[in-house]
């Protein structure tokens, strides 16, 4: 397997809730369904559980601040709601 499939199988680890469960219950099978050689499958056997959480937990709050407006855009769309309900008085 290359560099670019090892590292898209630690992406996937990273962002996939239920494929970073099934891989913490059999690392090797799960390492093995992907493609792995057997010596990538021994390095991520050894791998760091915490930092895997804590990496895939600040991934994930990464996407949820992408998701919501900026500062300035929500800003402006209370202004834009106060401009209008005046209209309405």
């Known amino acids: ?28 099978d799960e390492s093995k369904k992907a493609g792995l050689s057997d ?22 709050r990464k996407r949820q601040l992408k998701r919501r407006p900026s500062w300035l855009a929500a800003c402006k769309l209370r202004l834009s709601r106060l401009r209008f309900l005046r209209f309405l008085q």
């Not at 290359?2 to 913490?24: G, I, P, T």
């Not at 010596?39 to 994930?60: H, V």
């Open 1 to 28: 397997m290359s560099a670019a499939q090892f590292e898209a199988f630690l992406a996937r680890l990273y962002v996939d809730a239920e494929a970073r469960e099934n891989f913490k219950a059999n690392p090797r």
């Open 39 to 60: 010596e990538q499958c021994a390095a991520l056997e050894n791998l760091d559980w915490i930092g895997l959480e804590i990496t895939a937990r600040s991934f994930a």
